[in-house]
């Protein structure tokens, strides 16, 4: 074995590039949430123009705050810390580039599209395809990026900071893959593969997790590296760094379907997402204590140093955030807060408390490590994080307000329990204080923020950019020891033995079939026996046990081939079950007697326009299984709660997640009403209601739908499974014009120039059909009747 | 987890916190041991969860809230119909000559039906109902029908299970009605009244 020293210069280039991004886009992603917040408040502020209404506003602010502000910050303290946790430059300073000026370019595509109203119509997946394409592909560049940083290390084992690092990469790009399979039918515009519920599991798998894994595991490798750096004192505990990570990554995968109880998820998959959204609370809190906790014998420094102000906030909005997470996802918690503001309170106590305020922490800890000189105003630092923190509590305490007394309100019955006690705009008017609240502490954020600019430009003019240099000492490499005692030893093989025999007891207590009892028998018995086991054997062996980790640290192929099997699992057995047995073909059970209706050409139009405008940022389209809800949406044994078939052919699925407005899922039967009331609520809404805080839609009735765009639509759902007749595109048009004259008819009396190719006459054919299905009886025997006419000579 | 012979400057963990000796970047660790309360509100997590899943997906004690609301309509339709049995054109009359009634209905009608038939009741996107001219029917009973049925194809949105509930719509028809004379309604000829285009 030789050494010889080397000098290693960091690449901090890139680093300072991602730095000025996070900032930048930062204070985009702000400003966007504060003026959709204003239109909340105010409607006029939605400008009347179809690129700043609220709908279409809404998915740039969601993608910019995660995607462009967190995203650029997490590869700013991704990039500084990795390199110095291995103790070798980046791998490669190529990739670094397309890394960077890549991830800019989506963000700018994504800032010029999702106005223009281009989406898919997913939650925080609203990007085109061609753009997930590139996400996909400078995600897999950053990933090989670091992997090959790894490989190269000078340090032998993986610090947390690290393992979290790890996590981050493979686990989003599972999640960001799955949730976008689509299939185009243009170069703008595709539909997700995955329908109705399977598509609503599917999303709020990746939905969540982009939470889990885009928000909060980068942030805890941040914390983990930049918190005992910033206070100079060791981690807190390195065996709650290993309980907390592994329970963390494994169980977070689970907790997806608690945004969808009480909805027509099916009840064993809500039941996961609870109890195991419960379990998650002290993986979580594990976190948070470690951070904290690091703190103690440097809390003094506290009172000087704002760096450690903002982390020490953070952490602490992370345990408040992952503390009210579990509380929301109990079922009855979950029936008040669900489609309120006090989830939007909920999770801003996060973005804005936990993601925001470490952020700035790091920020405010690089610039002047990375520019040469001190921060240029520790006092305007200090006052950025007062200006946050009020900021902050405005926000989430209007939000809890808003949330939880509408939801009360709108779940009051009349004496006599037949019916809501309060229309739904008389639960607006009560929040609108709120609302306008909420605005003030958005705004208060965003001053803060810009000071921070303001500060941190002051700084870097001062400076100039620095370099890093190490001397380290090169070793050949001694010879590898094997690597499947790292991942194939007592520990591994306990875990995944007890997993294989939960999930053999979970699915057995589910399933239809006649051996499922015998395999709850078993599933129970092998999961208690290897307990048991593992625990005795753990008493007699436990030291071993610790040096096994260890050596785990040492072989990063095996820490993120296990890293990958932990967060594998979980979306594995909650969505593979669920698309299987929910195929309309087989009009089983799941369907729970109701299909679809399919769309007409107009209203699958229709139904373009009401993604296109973000409608489903504001409605939902899901009465859930609650008295409340279906004594206001509909109480006749033919309504009731929405059924899993009655959207099971929605490509996507438009549930939706709030409630600004009433549920539409019913629009076109339950309601009933007209086609003139539509048109005038869609050209003003305070024509009908003057209290309404919804945007008007005038070009609704100027621009044309385009109508060539049918017939591949249409091809594209057929492929996809949803039994749309044959037709030609000269047949779709005749469908399409026949329809839209009617409707046309219908409103002249106070639109007389409105022709059928407007939107607004798709629009409401699409309102108008919501709610339409057949028994899946009816359907079972029209079925049987055409193949008995086909088996005739 | 180390040995304490990787540790020599700690004993155990029990006897204060073991510094791991790995340094990264200057960054140390302690090992802790982990603290009871955090150890107790996980275990007790993962024993509710397995208890919960127990009973709800295996023991099947309880009753599922699809069943429960299913349950819960039903018994409601079946109550309405109930109760629709007593409402006829004298009942309705009779409460649009109660002030208590009318008062009410008033409330419901600036609520939900003001919009549409204005605030004298003069119409709007909605009929006149403060004229003669009755399309669907002058029958008080008609009127209620509509009213918590809608009219098929129109503007004339169900009040009925979506919105108010019957006892609503009672009184809301009630607020109507006050604003007729009952022997002038029934003394419309029948054939006055015009037939509803389609």
Redesign the interface.
Known sequence: MSAHKVTVEYDDKTVRYFFLAAVIWGAVALAAGVLIALQMAWWPANLGLPWTTFGRLRPLHTNAAIFAFVGNMMFTGIYY?MQ??L?TRTASDFLSKVHFWGWQLIIVCAAITLPLGLTRGKEYAELIWPINIMVAVIWIVFGANMFWTIARRR?K?L??AIWFYIATVITVAMLYVVNHLSLPTSLLHSYPIFSGVQDALVQWWYGHNAVAFFLTTPILGIMY?YM??ACGR??????????HFW?LIFVYIWAGPHHLL?TALP??VQ??G???S??L???S??GM?NGL?TLRGAWDKLRTDPVLKFFAAGVTFYGMATFEGPLLSIRSVNAIGHYTDWIIGHVHGGTLGWNGLMAAGMFYWLAPRLWGKPLRSVNAANIHFWLSFVGILLYVGSMWASGIGQALSLNEL?P?G???AN?FI?TVKAIKPMLFTRFLGGALYLVGFILMIWNLWATIRAGAPTTTTIEVVDEDKPQTPSRFPAFLNAPVLYTVGVLFFCIVW?LA??SNSSLGGVF?IIGLIGTGALTLGAIAHFEVAG?T???W??KLLEHSLAFSLLSLLAVVIGGAVQIIPVVAQSDPKSLGPYL?GRLQKVYTPLELAGREIYVREGCYTCHSQMIR???PE????????D???SRLGESIYDHPFQWGSKRTGPDLA?EGT????????HA?HLFDPRL??PESIMPAYPWLFKQNFDKSVLYARINALRLLGVPFAQMSPAEIETRYDTQAKEIAE?IKK?YPLITPDKDIIALIAYLQQLGHYEKTEDVKKSREEETRHLDLP | ???PQQNPSNQSVADGPV??P?E????????????NW??F??YS??I??FG??FY???SNIPV???DA??A???A??A??LESLKEINDETLWKMSRNPQFVEAGRAVFM??CK??HGENLEGG?GFNLADDAWVHGSKPSQIFHNALN?I???????QG????????IIQAVAFILSKHDPQHMRDIPREQEPTLKK
């Open positions: 810390s110095r946790l103790k340090e084992s610090y947390v590296y005992p750096k060791p981690v807190y505990s390195y065996r709650l760094s290993i309980i329970a009480n009840a064993w039941g996961l609870m109890i195991f419960l379990v609370w002290a993986p809190w594990g204590l906790l009349t006599d037949n019916a809501a229309s008389e979970i207590s589910v709850v030291k046990w610790a040096e980790y260890d729970e299984t609650l008295v279906v004594l206001r949406y509909g109480a006749k044994s309504q009731g709660y019913r339950v309601a009933g009403r007209g086609n003139d009331w005038q009908l209601e219908s106070d | 987890m180390s040995s510094l791991r790995h990264y970047d200057g960054i140390q660790e302690f090992d802790q041991k982990l603290p955090w150890l509100t996980l997590a993962i509710f969860a919960y899943w709800y997906f295996q599922s809230d699809r609301i299913s819960m309509v039903q409601k339709e109550k309405e609520g939900t919009a549409c996107i809608g098929p194809d129109t503007g004339m949105a169900a299970g979506a919105q108010l509930g019957t006892q609503k």
